[in-house]
């Protein structure tokens, strides 16, 4: 099983080999080298995975994370995740959903975003897709839609809004579509 160790809240995958193998599965994590690399060929240094990214991947039995020179099971890991990242149960319950239905799903911070969605992949294609997870207990406002329709629109993406109900887990999405008129 590959390995990578916990740093903080994120997760070095060292070995470049095994980087290469880790993106190659489905475009995760972000090499050290360079921001979006064309093929997993173009990796030539240590992988950073987020934590959300670990722990899908551990959960999946691909990764194992290290601590202290010791393998962390996936209840810890999502234990440090809660500590170190605001929201992490809801935005790993929609990363999760998201990878499960086969979209490459990576930050969409830089965007005002949680998620930027590939339907292919990050340096061949444009991300069309912003997501925007909210639990469903939580109230917006007209004026928050507006400003998260403002940053899909400049940038060109479709914003989708996933609603998370955390007490079973479902999750239901809206898109929203820009028009000119």
């Given at each position: ?25 489905g475009y995760y994590g972000k090499p ?150």
């Amino acid at each position: 099983m590959i390995q990578g160790e916990i740093l903080g809240d994120k997760v070095l995958i060292n070995d470049v080999e095994k980087a290469k193998e880790i993106y190659k599965l489905g475009y995760y994590g972000k090499p050290l080298d360079i921001t979006k690399p064309k093929s997993p060929e173009d990796i030539k240094k240590p992988l950073i995975l987020s934590l959300i990214e670990a722990l899908y991947l551990s959960k999946k039995k691909i990764i194992e994370v290290i601590r202290d020179g010791k393998v962390i099971d996936d209840a810890l890991l999502y234990k440090i995740g809660m500590e170190n990242i605001p929201r992490f149960e809801l935005l790993y319950t929609v990363y999760e959903d998201l990878r499960e239905k086969k979209f490459v799903v990576r930050s969409g911070m830089k965007y005002g975003a949680d998620f930027a969605i590939y339907t292919v992949a990050p340096g061949l294609e444009h991300a069309p897709y912003l997501v925007i997870a909210i639990d469903e207990e939580q109230e917006i406002s007209p004026n928050e839609i507006l400003g998260f329709g403002r940053v899909s629109h400049s940038t060109r993406k479709n914003l989708i809004l996933s609603i998370v109900n955390q007490r079973n887990r479902s999750i239901r999405y809206i898109m929203f579509k820009w028009l000119k008129l």
